[in-house]
């Protein structure tokens, strides 16, 4: 009997240790299928949110449907950031000192026309404009050719954009511009048509490459002349056509109006912008980071500091066989002892680090392919881990539709860079300088302007060893950029001495800071102050 009962014991005690071998075996297998999310510290790159929402693809992609605009949850594995920028409470001098923009001093836009400003009346002629560089180059070009067609009293036809400088996009105006927009918002300033008449013959076009930097006499006189001998003025260039200052008031506000109200992004950039905008957001507040550290900008400037022999020479064959690009012999360490390279995104990261944002920053590169990508971005990568992109923000399928288009590419980036908390470019370049100008003209949101010149005797000394990070770094630049965050100030005009052409290349561009002409002292109602309008 005691045995019976002893082989009863055991079989029971075989069972439960089958059952508890089966069981580890069930969540081992598991636990190969199953992934289970690391801490913040410790999250892989990229950082990707969910799938995008039907309704959000459908309306990006174009379907006809309505579709109401709802922004991604941000996955409870990310970290969700600081609280936002319209929450900032002024008790907190981190917040106030890092994310606030700088006392704007009640500057507001002012672009409405004088009481003596006039109508278009009858044209006289078409004015064709065949734009040149990238977007924000045109950008600025068309601008600049809806004035001078209000001087010169012509129709201004659609501008054609470039397609066959450096970046090769196949893009038409629609497909960047809202186009019917640009056309209405500009009905008591200049007459704009889609197409130039078919009636009209080639005898009657003349083909001029407009003067650079070029005042209200140039235009009203020699240009306006040729009306007598022909009906079509084709402008085979559009950048820096037209003088930056001592024009008429009512024409730099038409500028300002050309560009501020009337080129608006086409609708499906704007949604793709403002999905981007949200996403971003849902981390906290965030910089947009202009890491102009690009194959062409390097190549084009002969900057080489960090880059392997094996680089520098890749870059020297890219600028040599470039046409376009006079200056071949540089030298790149007199170059970046000047200022006149961008910063690299190591010295990018010291910066931002010394002026003291945290290392769970998000930060937004707006920018194309980085040269060496991971071997050049491991320094940036590793102090500041919330590194965003397009390409991470968004799925494949959200970004199809402007691929292979680096205009329209440029365009996400301009919008997320002008909607950004803070805005830092680390190269004083086109996309930049007209980022700098629509944050000045939205409300002189906050944008650091790095002292590259000044920068790189700190960056070099922290290289041979003479100065460590710490408080002391950190005083000397926060002290140094306290005047280089966006705050208000008048266009700077030319360097004392220069003459001619260098004196017009040395004033500050129109577009970079739209004060005193576009922006007064005083109240406004129903400021907008974004470019998302919907």
């Known amino acids: 009997m005691m045995q019976k009962r002893r082989w009863k014991t055991v079989g029971l005690m075989r069972k439960m240790l089958s059952c508890a071998i089966c069981t580890i075996a069930m969540m081992a297998l598991l636990s190969v299928h199953l992934h289970v999310f690391p801490p913040y510290s410790k999250l892989p790159d990229p950082y990707r949110l969910p799938h995008p929402q039907i309704e959000i693809r459908d309306k990006i992609l174009g379907k006809e449907q309505e579709q109401s605009w ?43 026309p004088s009481p003596n400003y006039t109508s278009p009346s009858e044209s006289r002629g078409y004015l064709l404009a065949h734009t ?73 076009k003349a083909v001029k490459y407009f003067k650079s930097w070029s005042g209200m006499d140039y235009y009203q006189e020699e240009i306006a002349s040729m009306w007598a001998d022909y009906k079509v003025i084709r402008a085979a260039k559009t950048d820096s056509r037209l003088a930056n200052n001592n024009l008429p008031p009512d024409i730099q506000k038409l500028r300002c109006r050309a560009c501020y109200e009337a080129l608006r992004f086409a609708p499906q950039i704007e949604a ?7 996403r971003m957001r849902s981390y906290g507040p965030y910089i947009s980071l202009h890491l102009r550290y690009e194959k062409d900008m390097l190549a084009f400037s002969g900057c080489t500091h960090d880059l392997s022999p094996a680089e520098a020479n890749e870059l020297k064959m890219i600028r040599d066989a470039n046409d376009n690009w006079k200056v071949k012999d540089i030298d790149p360490r007199e170059q970046r002892s000047k200022g006149f390279c961008p910063l690299t995104p190591k010295e990018a990261a010291i910066f931002l680090s010394a002026l003291g944002y945290p290392s769970n920053t998000p930060i937004y590169i707006a920018a194309g392919e ?31 539709p402007f691929t292979n288009h680096l205009s329209q590419l440029a365009a996400l980036d301009y919008i997320v860079s002008v909607e950004s908390d803070v805005f830092m470019p680390t190269y004083s370049g086109n996309m930049a300088r007209a980022v700098e100008g629509h944050r000045r003209f939205l409300g002189h949101r906050r944008t650091i302007s790095p002292d590259r010149k000044a ?16 408080k002391y770094l950190s005083d000397h630049v926060i002290e140094s950029h306290r005047k280089r965050q966006g705050s208000p100030r008048k ?17 500050e561009a129109f577009y970079v800071n739209p004060l005193p002409d576009c922006l007064c002292q005083g109240q406004s109602q129903n400021l907008n102050t974004s470019i998302i309008t919907s």
């Not at 941000?74 to 002024?90: F, R």
């Not at 040269?371 to 199809?400: C, I, N, V, W």
């Open 132 to 204: 040149n560089g990238g977007l924000n180059q045109m950008r600025a070009g068309i601008c600049d050719m809806v004035a001078i067609a209000h001087i010169i009293n012509a129709t201004l036809v659609v501008p054609k954009l470039d397609k066959k400088s450096y970046w090769q996009d196949s893009s038409n105006f629609s497909d960047v511009f809202d186009e019917d927009h640009f056309i209405n918002a500009l009905a008591n300033d200049v007459k704009v048509i889609k197409k130039l008449p078919k009636e009209i013959g080639s005898s009657m």
């Open 70 to 112: 709802t922004s991604e949850i941000t996955p409870p594995n990310v970290y969700k950031g600081p609280l936002s920028s319209h929450q900032c409470s002024d008790r907190n001098p981190n917040c106030t000192k890092l994310w606030k923009p700088p006392p704007n001093r009640n500057y507001l836009p002012c672009t409405q």
């Open 491 to 507: 266009r700077k005009g030319p360097i004392s001495g220069t003459k001619g052409t260098d004196r017009f290349r040395s004033e």
């Open 370 to 400: 980085i040269y060496g990508g991971d071997s050049h971005m491991g320094d940036l990568q590793s102090r500041y881990p919330m590194l965003m992109r397009k390409e991470t923000l968004a799925s494949f399928e959200e970004l199809e």
């Open 455 to 470: 920068l790189v005797r700190l960056f070099d000394k922290i290289e041979q060893g003479k100065l460590k990070e710490g």
């Open 272 to 278: 793709m912008g403002k999905l981007l905008v949200d």
